[in-house]
């Protein structure tokens, strides 16, 4: 299947509708909204704003803005390279909202998964059990991205002890040590999805993020999904890269933030 098909079947199932649980869905003419209940997290994946004039996509974005408010604490617009306006970025800045760095989407059938990725894990890594302490994982993410994570990993932590088939958290070890971490998420729909994969910088370069990797990819082959792919940032983008993983588009996160919903 051609990468252009694939981004079609991406577009329906990750975007239009998209996977993730326990989220209310609102379809307009323009956008499609999706926040989790009660006052969480909200999002706009998908939108339909092509046709118009920059000064009518202004006033859909005030009125997301006004309609978010009150049910979320944050909003985040995903702008996509393949589908967005060109404009659309600097609109949602002009109304506040903030750029945070493109992700390149990377995506790998895996009918088509390399050897590298197939071959057995040998460093430590270890699977979270749903209701395990995250203490560990929440150093990690601190350790390597910097910042307090502890909100994310509340909800990531609900989220597996209360979906435990629908996601699996990872924590490689040197030493005993827990150094790395990751984690991938099964929906009902053809793609499995990866995220995290920290490693705390004095133990780069050993190797770590390609096995989170690879037992990711291996659980995935085991539960018979057909896709799998990774939000990748300018470090991991060539690992993925070497293993077989392909562009399918680009994707900037514009994030409008707490602060401004004054919750």
């Not at 909003?75 to 903030?98: C, N, T, Y």
Request: overall charge negative; some cysteine.
């Amino acid at each position: 299947m051609s990468l252009q098909e694939i981004l079609k079947q991406y577009d329906e199932h990750e975007r239009f509708h998209s996977p993730a649980l326990d989220i209310v869905r609102t379809e307009t003419p323009y956008t499609v909204r999706y926040h989790v209940a009660p006052h969480r997290s909200g999002w706009i994946t998908y939108e339909n704003m092509s046709q118009l004039s920059p000064q009518a996509a202004e006033e859909i974005i005030k009125g997301e803005i006004d309609w978010f408010r009150g049910r979320c604490v944050n909003l985040e617009w995903k702008v996509f390279a393949h589908s967005s306006p060109s404009w659309l970025g600097e609109l949602l800045q002009k109304q506040g909202f903030e750029a945070e760095d493109p992700d390149s989407i990377m995506v790998l059938p895996l009918k088509e998964t390399p050897s590298s990725l197939s071959q057995p894990v040998q460093h430590d890594i270890r699977s979270k059990a749903p209701g395990e302490d995250m203490g560990d994982v929440l150093r990690i993410l601190n350790g390597a991205f910097g910042g307090d994570h502890a909100r994310h990993m509340a909800v990531l932590s609900e989220e597996h002890r209360t979906h435990p088939g629908h996601l699996s958290i990872y924590v490689g070890y040197v030493e005993g040590q827990p150094v790395c971490c990751g984690w991938i998420r099964f929906p009902p729909s053809p793609f499995a999805s990866i995220w995290g994969g920290a490693t705390l910088p004095e133990y780069r370069g050993r190797g770590l993020y390609q096995a989170l990797l690879r037992i990711r990819v291996q659980e995935a082959m085991q539960r018979d999904y057909t896709y799998v792919y990774v939000d990748a940032g300018d470090m991991s983008r060539p690992i993925v890269e070497k293993h077989g993983f392909s562009l399918l588009t680009t994707a900037s996160s514009y994030v409008y933030p707490y602060e401004r919903f004054g919750s």
